[in-house]
């Protein structure tokens, strides 16, 4: 493929986005693209790449440019048009690949040539203009705000380098495929330990010195001014400490010396200038501790993997723009301001056990996000999204018979399957009910049964309303096979019955996604106690599970339901239901919406006066147990009478009945009930608790809710069924009996002992992210497609 690139920058440089432009056309040129780049008239040769670079020509008034939105850029941006506009009247290219506001410029070159374009996405263009503060007047930002939707809704795919990139592109345009490449800057082999003691003799620290080193630009969105703010505090407690800074340009670095010197530590500092990429490894080795003391932006230092890969203990602050990424167990993350940073330091200075649990961690950080086969992933998904996905060849109908799109169980799960299928390449078409609220899915095709509204609400679970929609879908479904050449049906629960039996006829391959096992349905949810409807329902599904191309089971449990059946291992794929949105959750902690919410008169509360809040987030069936829930809680208020629990979700008749329940045993003013809310909400509400409760009576499927608790970095109160106890253990979680008793013996623990929350909050993220993390959950999705489209697309 011809692709030409496009970058806005002062190409080649060490800093960020130039940077990661040179690492995103060598992996292109390794993947056997031919790369041609335009640039500004600025910057170096770079160094091992086989490209053509082609420099803008003009008046460039200057002969270097600065990091950052500027008026000079906008000049520049003018002739790299021009420049763009010359090459596509010269050579014809397959793909127009632009960084930032480069996208801008590819959008209208690209409609006049008729080329496609992708946009590298390396952060939000109208949140630079206010971090670099290159203008306050709400006229530039918003101007700024229609040219990133432009970008964004004109690419055909869109890089971003982060979770939160990919988060506020897709809150620009859902439809358009996002795929998350993080910068990773191969540095070369780790350095030599003659050439770090040779470095740090150069520098004049002595062997019993000990090294934090910061490398990077020395702008001021890199908050180095907070770095040197915390030096006097690591000082007091390591007075062998040395602060190697590098990077910085000499007026850069003369105003952060007289900055050091202002405090009285400029003899504990030391600036270099910038270095070349390559002398990066032997720098980290000489450290021994590295730091990023950022706090703007939501996009992550191109430097956090390569500083991860360092194997040297990583010290950044708690911010979006390191959390989205690094976690407490890969790094130690740190409030964000002077004293936070230097308790991290100190800590990562003096605590070696600590330093060295970090250590490991990065480790197998870096084999999900920056190793080889992730990237190589990352690509694959890139160029399906830019051509297989709009070819339409991996064509699939996915019949869901549920109210779509509902906050709860299996609608969830169909989304989020739905979702990531789309950014794989295949073109979805989803078949589902009437019922639901609207939602995009990237470029899928949601197909609704039309005028079934006057059925009302559909409960979960087997019942004759959905018997009665399910007649309607099987017409639904054969009528669109008629339609449309479907290579795979990917069925969902009950779907699997009559898809089984049209697939000889309209020859597609058949995907079951076995959400719990239908006989077991018939009885959890009390549907019918006939022996010879349950045999009916179980012949029926083994019957399906022996005939479908792929089974994907939910927990192990259903795993090995299937397996008894008689499924071919080598044509099953366990994928739980963990995918949910991430990133929002840690961002919604701290929240304005977030803080007004905590119960109904608490709007004057401050959050060190807060009252300690329980929350459940969720459907209210018999089977969810809310009722031992406020029997539980009702005890638990009289240990703890300010305690608080809130319940978010339930029919308006299933509240007013819990609401009486809760009125008889005297717990009416301390539990809030908030109705039915949406995912948005709920994660609010979960980044507000104290604790977390999943009182669930029985089942066998792991409910989706349980990976979002896992995740959310708050301790968690579940019962001790099987359900959960496929997931969960006494180290991530408190098991307690499915009884009023011993769930409020489990709240008191949860809210009293802090050691054992932090604990258990601990375990339970890192559980999360080691096995059902995303990118676990993208993998097996990319399983199932190479299972059903075995040979090429």
């Known amino acids: ?108 070159a690209g409609a006049l040539f008729r080329v496609p374009y992708v946009y590298d996405m390396h952060s939000s263009l109208p949140l630079q203009i206010t971090d670099w503060k290159f203008s306050s007047n709400p006229r530039v930002i918003n101007f700024f705000s229609w040219v990133a939707r432009v970008s964004i809704r004109g690419a055909r795919a869109v890089i971003a380098i982060s979770p939160a990139v990919a988060q506020a592109a897709r809150e620009v345009d859902p439809d358009v495929p996002i795929v998350t490449i993080v910068n990773h800057f191969e540095i070369g082999e780790a350095g030599d330990p003659e050439a770090a003691s040779a470095l740090r003799a150069h520098y004049g620290i002595s062997a019993d010195q000990k090294v934090v080193l910061y490398t990077g630009s020395f702008v001021a969105l890199q908050a180095l001014d907070l770095l040197m703010d915390a030096v006097p505090f690591v000082m007091r407690e390591v007075p062998q400490a040395v602060f190697l800074v590098v990077g910085g340009q000499d007026a850069e670095i003369a105003s952060l010396r007289a900055h050091a010197e202002k405090l009285g530590v400029a003899g504990n500092v030391v600036f270099e200038r910038s270095r070349p990429q390559n002398e990066m490894p032997t720098y980290m080795a000489a450290a021994d501790v590295l730091v990023s003391p950022r706090v703007q932006g939501i996009n992550p230092p191109g430097k956090l993997l390569s500083y991860l890969a360092s194997g040297r203990p990583v010290v950044a602050t708690n911010t979006l723009v390191h959390n989205q990424l690094l976690t407490e167990q890969c790094a130690m993350l740190t409030a964000p301001n002077a004293e936070g940073i230097a308790q991290g330091l100190i800590k990562a200075i003096t605590d070696k056990v600590a330093a060295a649990a970090v250590v490991r961690e990065a480790a197998s950080f870096l084999e999900r996000y920056g190793s080889k086969a992730a990237r190589d992933s990352a690509y694959e998904t890139l160029f399906a999204a830019v051509g297989i996905a709009r070819a339409g060849r991996m064509k699939i109908l996915m019949v869901a018979p549920q109210p779509f799109y509902t906050p709860r169980g299996t609608p969830l799960s169909v989304y989020y399957r739905t979702l990531v299928l789309a950014e794989q390449g295949a073109d979805v078409d989803l078949l589902t009910y ?25 409960p979960a679970g087997p019942s004759w309303k959905k018997l009665f929609l ?73 019957s399906c599970l022996l005939k479908a191309e792929a089974v994907i089971t939910i927990c192990p449990d259903l795993r090995d339901y299937a397996l008894a059946c008689g499924v071919d291992p080598a044509r099953h794929l366990l ?219």
């Not at 041609?36 to 020509?57: E, F, H, K, N, Q």
């Not at 939602?439 to 609400?457: A, D, K």
Request: charged share 20%; net charge positive.
């Open 470 to 542: 399910d007649f309607f879908m099987i017409i639904w479904t054969i009528g669109l096979l008629i339609r449309h050449r479907y290579r795979v049906v990917h069925a969902h629960e009950e779907a699997v019955f009559w898809c089984r039996y049209l697939k000889p006829l309209f020859r597609f391959k058949l995907i079951y996604d076995m959400h719990s096992s239908l006989p077991q349905q018939l009885t959890n949810f009390a549907f019918t106690e006939s022996r010879a409807m349950i045999s009916l329902f179980r012949y029926l599904e083994e």
């Open 575 to 793: 994928i739980e239901n963990s995918l949910f949105d991430d990133i929002r959750l840690r961002r919604v902690a701290g929240s304005p919406a977030a803080q007004k919410i905590r119960g109904p008169d608490h709007e004057s509360a401050t959050p060190s006066l807060r009252h300690p809040l329980i929350v459940y987030a969720g459907t209210f069936e018999s089977y969810q147990g809310i009722d031992i829930l406020i029997r539980s809680f009702s005890m638990v208020s009289q240990s703890m009478p300010q305690a608080m629990l809130l319940l978010a979700g339930g029919t308006s008749a299933q509240v007013a009945e819990m609401r009486k329940l809760a009125k008889a045993l005297g717990a009416e003013h301390t539990i809030i009930f908030t109705g039915t809310v949406d995912k948005k909400t709920a994660m609010e509400f979960t980044a507000l608790a104290d604790a977390l409760i999943s009182p669930r009576k029985h089942g066998t499927n792991t409910p989706l809710k349980i990976y979002e608790q896992l995740a959310s970095g708050k301790p968690l109160v579940a019962t001790r069924i099987w359900s959960h106890t496929q997931v969960l253990n006494d180290e991530v979680c408190i098991l307690v009996e499915p009884n009023p008793e011993s769930m409020a013996a489990g709240l008191v623990q949860a809210l009293s002992n802090s050691e054992l929350a932090t604990r258990l909050a601990v375990n339970a993220r890192r559980l999360y992210e080691d096995h059902y993390s995303r990118p676990i959950y993208v993998g097996k999705i990319q399983q199932l497609l190479k299972l059903v489209f075995p040979g090429p697309v």
């Open 1 to 108: 493929m011809r692709i030409l690139k496009v970058i806005p920058q002062a190409f080649y440089t060490t800093r960020g986005t130039p940077l990661s432009a040179y690492h995103r056309a060598k992996e292109l040129v390794a993947r056997g693209h031919e790369v041609d780049i335009i640039t500004y008239a600025v910057g170096g040769d770079p160094p091992d790449l086989a490209v053509r670079v082609y420099r803008s020509r003009g008046p460039h008034f200057s002969r270097s440019i600065e990091a950052g939105p500027s008026r000079l850029k906008i000049w520049f941006d003018l002739l790299l048009f021009l420049n763009l506009l010359y090459r596509l009247l010269v050579k014809r290219y397959d793909l127009i690949y632009a960084h930032e506001e480069g996208a801008f410029l590819a959008r209208i």
């Open 434 to 458: 009437g019922q639901g609220s609207d939602v995009n899915l990237l470029s899928t095709r949601i197909i609704r049964i039309p005028g079934m509204h006057w059925i009302g609400q559909i």
